[in-house]
């Protein structure tokens, strides 16, 4: 028999969550706050807590210091680099030419997620890298009670995107850390009921929600989304709302973290 309650707390880490963060989706304080209360209030009945860690090497794909245009300046955060401004000579890739090319090539045939340079963010082993602070305090009163939470890391390879947490957006043949986690899909699966919440919503979550829905359907049809422990990273909300549309028309759950009760 299926253990009941898990909750799956997607990328809950500083550069997210704090003003001060590298990478801080406004909102993130209060969906740390609503959760944490939600943990302390119903600990009893959560059965198994699992939470994922973005965690980058310094050179990312992702990162301005990963490229430079013919001035060898990097581009600005939240620039968008395309394939054909590469093959242009407008943007250069530093390290390993070959490779990037190919990455951009499948990322646009894809066509979910434009190559974006985001500030760096979660760098393995930084203050940016660790749990929101609400929410550790939140997890260490639960484990208090004999349980114990798992952690995940992804997005260490560093040729690759990886928004969610089941693979890279892009998996690398050689590279098993990019590929489908079926050992985490697996473990999920034990539960009845699994309540997704994290940072943020746009990216890391919906991508996390879309693997599920197209490789371990099973896993989504147990996933209830904690809507209001979530946001947006500003102005890119958009990619992910046909997401998770595409979740309410299968029949996957929505709640508030106030409403829920375990």
Not at 42 to 70: E, M, R, Y
Not at 82 to 92: D, H, I, N, R, S
Not at 219 to 237: F, H
């Amino acid at each position: 028999m299926a253990s009941k309650n898990a909750l799956l707390i997607i990328d809950a880490q500083y550069d997210f969550c704090h003003p001060n963060g590298a990478l801080y989706v406004p909102g993130a304080e209060k969906d740390m706050e609503r959760l944490s209360k939600l943990i302390n209030d119903q600990a009893d009945k959560i059965d198994h807590i699992c939470v994922t860690l973005d965690s980058h090497p310094v050179n990312d794909v992702s990162h301005p210091g990963f490229w430079q245009d013919k001035d060898g300046n990097p581009p600005a955060p939240f620039t968008i680099i395309t394939l054909q401004e590469v093959q242009e000579g407008k943007w250069t890739p530093r390290f390993y030419p070959e490779k990037v090319i190919k990455y951009l090539q499948d990322l646009e045939s894809q066509g979910q997620f434009p190559h974006c340079i985001w500030p760096e963010h979660c760098l393995i082993g930084s203050k940016g890298n660790a749990l929101d602070d609400q929410l550790m305090d939140a997890l260490k009163n639960w484990t208090r009670r004999g349980k114990f939470y798992q952690a995940v890391t992804k997005g260490t390879y560093p040729l690759t995107e990886h928004f969610g947490i089941f693979m890279a957006q892009i998996p690398v043949a050689d590279r098993p850390e990019t590929q489908l986690n079926q050992s985490l899909i697996k473990t999920l699966e034990n539960f009845q009921n699994v309540y997704v919440a994290g940072e943020a919503r746009s990216h890391c979550v919906a991508t996390s929600l879309k693997q599920a829905l197209d490789y371990a359907p099973g896993l989504a049809d147990k996933m209830v989304i904690v809507e209001d422990c979530m946001s947006d990273v500003p102005t890119m909300g958009h990619l992910g709302t046909p997401i998770y549309d595409e979740a309410k028309k299968r029949g996957l759950r929505f709640a508030k973290a106030a409403d829920i009760q375990l």
